[in-house]
């Protein structure tokens, strides 16, 4: 191919992508127009956390965008991000930046639904002024005519001033308060056995750990470590927690001088297949894999020895023998054993899309137990406190296929299945003879 051809050839590929582009953008388009209109039929009139009862169904307005947007209906909103395939605390914040554009961003929105301002950049707008009173919000959105030419930078200067102009008290409120956003945190595992860490500290904490970390990371250096400045003051800030695990301190009583309480070292939960075969290390085909429930990943049998092998580390090893047991009790109330084999089964919320882990969820009873519904695994499911309600409180409704596996069908009647493998939505024939059908001229 002559540079001729290709240079025509590049240019056709590239004039493809540049169509693409905008045809996507046009959908984008289309769907916050549609989210809009969706809004405005499903606004609840009322105070911040007003309940009306819909169809016999208590039914909450809930505000997602900032002071002056409407109130939209709770459990309308769920079927929504569900339609949307959006997880349920992502898919309510991009409703939400949505409708806070629709309402109170006027030229923000008029900018996207023109093409000249790219919705993502509008969301990240949206994010800055949510919280800011309907003034505050106003003048930075008068300011924002030309939003395309607006950088990030300039975009929190200006929703700076606007708080400062608008809402000089909560300015110093949050000047004052700000020590109280302090955190420390830690992400979840990667495939690799590798963790994020995350933090805002007083500026005095932040300077003398970087000390601490600097000067253990020089001794490591000078002690042989070979590895780079970055992986030495790694390892330094491990070795600062390892002391902190293995100090083991008393802690008195302040007035009789008692020992209270010490500092305790590492704890592990082992939860034992009886199928498992990670950890013995004798069966050259043994699984090699485990899961850590903490940082919910999959994690290698020479992590778990290594972990297990710690200094001071305390070692609780549960035997799950069947989490197809059926082990009915003659109660309504669900005993631990109960929680302890549905969360190892659902791992998640099973309502469509959700991830929150079943650890912090409610168990459900699928069928009711006061309509005869046993108390038993094999009847409870892993639900998270809203959409536990969403159940109970609307006309979502859902059935189990086998435990573990459950059909969601929404009051619309939108229907997803929900398993190991994630939200699945189930097609209705009707849907998918539409899409076979021949597009009109």
């Known amino acids: 191919m002559d540079l001729a051809t290709r240079t025509r050839s590049t240019a056709s590929l590239l004039s493809r992508v540049g169509e693409r582009i905008r045809s996507r953008q046009t959908l984008i388009v289309e769907e916050w127009e549609d989210i809009t209109a969706w809004a405005s039929e499903h606004v609840i009139a009322g105070p911040e956390g007003v309940a009306t009862i819909t169809e016999g169904y208590l039914d909450t307005g809930v505000p ?60 990240r707008i949206a994010d800055l002024t949510h919280p800011l009173s309907a003034e505050a ?20 200067r200006l929703v700076a001033e606007a708080v400062l102009r608008f809402d000089p008290e909560r300015a110093e409120t949050e000047r004052r ?49 070979e590895s780079s400045l970055d992986v030495r003051r790694s390892k330094a800030a491990a070795e600062l927690a390892r002391q902190d695990l293995a100090l083991d301190l008393l802690i008195p009583d302040p007035d009789t001088g008692e020992v209270v309480d010490t500092v305790p070292g590492r704890k592990v939960v082992l939860n034992v297949h009886v199928t498992d075969t990670t950890l013995t290390g004798q069966n050259p085909f043994a699984n090699p894999v485990g899961r850590w429930d903490e940082g919910r990943c999959p994690i290698t049998s020479a992590q778990i020895r290594e972990w297990l092998r710690a200094r001071h580390t305390t070692v609780i090893v549960r035997p799950v023998i069947d989490l197809a047991d059926h082990l ?39 069928r009711p137990y006061g309509e005869g519904g046993p108390t038993c695994p094999c009847n409870e499911v892993a639900l998270c406190r809203r959409h536990h309600r969403a159940k109970t409180h609307s006309t979502w409704r859902y059935d189990t296929v086998t435990p573990g596996t459950y059909v969601w069908t929404s009051p619309n009647g939108h229907r997803f299945r929900v398993d190991h493998r994630g939200t699945h939505p189930i097609r209705t024939t009707t849907e998918r003879a539409s899409d076979s059908d021949p597009p009109d001229n």
């Open 177 to 225: 308060k700000a020590a109280d956003a302090r955190r420390f945190d830690i992400s979840e595992t990667d495939e690799h056995g590798l963790v994020h860490l995350d933090g805002l500290l007083d500026a005095a904490d932040g300077h003398d750990l970087n000390l601490a970390v600097s000067r253990r990371a020089e001794v490591l250096g000078r002690l042989g470590d």
């Open 328 to 366: 009915p009790v003659g109660s309504y109330e669900i005993p631990d054993r109960h929680r302890t084999r549905v969360v190892l089964r659902d791992h998640t919320c099973r309502f469509p899309h959700c991830t929150r882990p079943a650890q912090a969820c409610d168990l459900d009873h699928t």
């Open 137 to 156: 919000a106003a003048y930075v959105d008068r300011q924002l005519w030309d939003a395309s030419g607006v950088g990030w930078a300039q975009l929190e």
């Open 64 to 123: 997602i965008a900032g002071d002056g947007a409407p109130l939209v209906s709770e459990f309308g909103l769920m079927e929504l991000v569900a339609v949307l395939g959006r997880s349920p605390d992502g898919g309510r914040a991009y409703v939400g930046r949505v409708i806070e554009c629709a309402w109170r961003l006027p030229n923000v929105y008029d900018a996207v639904t023109s093409g000249r301002l790219a919705p993502w950049r509008a969301e």
